[in-house]
């Protein structure tokens, strides 16, 4: 999971930042859908946030796609603010895979550091 854009928008719901990332599949099998958390790192490779992500998406192996999601933004919140500050070329994402729904109904978890 590369982070490809990131940006805070406004609308009559309230204030987000809005994140565009790119997603390949390793997995086997055909996925539905899965969920996970990624961790934003500063450019030393620290943590600044994390956030929870669910994805209801078929995937084939080996697919690539975009996935836009938002996350509620205030900038008094301090990781928020520091994924929001920080240049895209000084920071990355790490996305760690908790569950998959494959596509034939199963369902597999994945042990925290697997």
Do not use: C
């Not at 899965?34 to 943590?47: R, S």
């Amino acid at each position: 999971m590369v982070l490809q854009e990131k940006r805070v928008t406004s609308d009559d719901r309230g204030i987000w930042l809005n994140l565009d990332f790119s997603v390949s599949s390793s997995l086997e099998k055909a996925t539905r859908a899965f969920t996970g958390t990624v961790e934003f790192l500063d450019q030393f490779g620290l943590p600044m946030h994390t956030i929870r992500v669910d994805v209801e998406k078929p995937i084939a192996p080996g697919e690539a796609y975009n996935w836009i999601g938002r996350v509620p933004y205030t900038s008094s919140h301090p990781g928020l603010a520091s994924v929001h500050r920080t240049r895209l070329d000084r920071m990355s994402a790490r996305f760690t895979l908790q569950v998959v729904v494959y596509a034939d109904g199963s369902r597999e978890v994945f042990p925290p550091g697997w």
